[in-house]
């Protein structure tokens, strides 16, 4: 049962944050620790905002995402500054355990790309199976000579790095920069919660930051896309069924900076 001075809270919370259902039951539960789905629910029906206002305009129809296995990595590149200058941020999502990895680097060349893949690879604890990038020259050759001989026989770096590990690298269709929509969601996701919000006056602080939202992210997270579970919580479940898929048990695989 819930209290008059837990319902208070419960309902302020949802009118003054307009979350989900599992938004604010994942939030509250630390204040409130017995709170559960169908109490929560109940809270919501009895104050009559179990249901959220409708926002003007109309819904896009949302499409799912196919479901594949996870090691499935959408991978790529922005731009952020600090008052010490311009960096890129190299942001990599597994497409299903939703777990984040990221660098800073000052340059964006096709070696620091490759530098980047394999620094993942050794991040996570299961094999990766397939990336997906956009078209820009770190990742592919232009559209245009991309079936001339010269191409064709040398091969582009990144595309050789993938092949040295098994990963299958696919491409966004050109000028379709929305189908990588996963990682440019992180990508906003993480310039919110950094540079647009807070002033940097070093690489190294923002560097800081990156790594403590980061780990907060993956470890402390709880993501309705997986049901309550943090992204290495998911990875840990997915580890128990199908530990064909791992390199290391991740119980024993302890992450350092991913900065």
Not at 68 to 89: A, M, Q
């Amino acid at each position: 049962m819930l209290s008059k001075e837990e319902e208070a809270l419960i309902v302020a919370f949802r009118k003054h944050t307009l979350l989900p259902l599992d938004d604010c039951l994942y939030a509250l539960q630390a204040t409130v620790p017995h709170l559960t789905r169908s109490s929560l629910h109940r809270c919501f029906q009895r104050h009559g905002i179990a249901r959220l206002p409708e926002t003007e305009g109309n819904k896009p129809v949302k499409k799912k995402f196919k479901a594949y296995p996870i090691g499935y990595f959408h991978i790529d590149i922005s731009e952020v500054r600090t008052e010490e200058g311009k960096l890129y941020l190299f942001v990599a999502i597994d497409r299903t355990s939703k777990f984040a990895y990221v660098e800073l680097h000052e340059k964006t060349r096709t070696q620091t790309a490759c530098d980047f893949l394999e620094a993942l690879i050794k991040a996570v604890p299961y094999k990766i199976h397939t990336v997906l990038t956009d078209n820009g020259i770190q990742f592919a050759d232009l559209p245009k000579n991309r079936m001339k001989p010269t191409a064709l026989w040398r091969g582009h770096l990144f595309d050789r790095t993938c092949d040295d590990h098994g990963i299958e690298h696919r491409l966004t269709k050109p000028n379709h920069p929305w189908t990588n929509g996963q990682v440019e969601r992180m990508n906003r996701t993480l310039k919110d919660a950094t540079v647009k919000r807070y002033h940097y006056g070093t690489h190294a602080q923002l560097k800081e930051h990156l790594h403590a939202f980061l780990m907060a992210y993956n470890f402390a997270k709880r993501l309705k896309t997986l049901r309550g579970l943090t992204p290495y919580q998911h990875i840990c479940n997915v580890w128990t069924k199908q530990p064909n898929r791992f390199r290391l048990n991740p119980l024993h695989h302890i992450l350092g900076l991913n900065t």
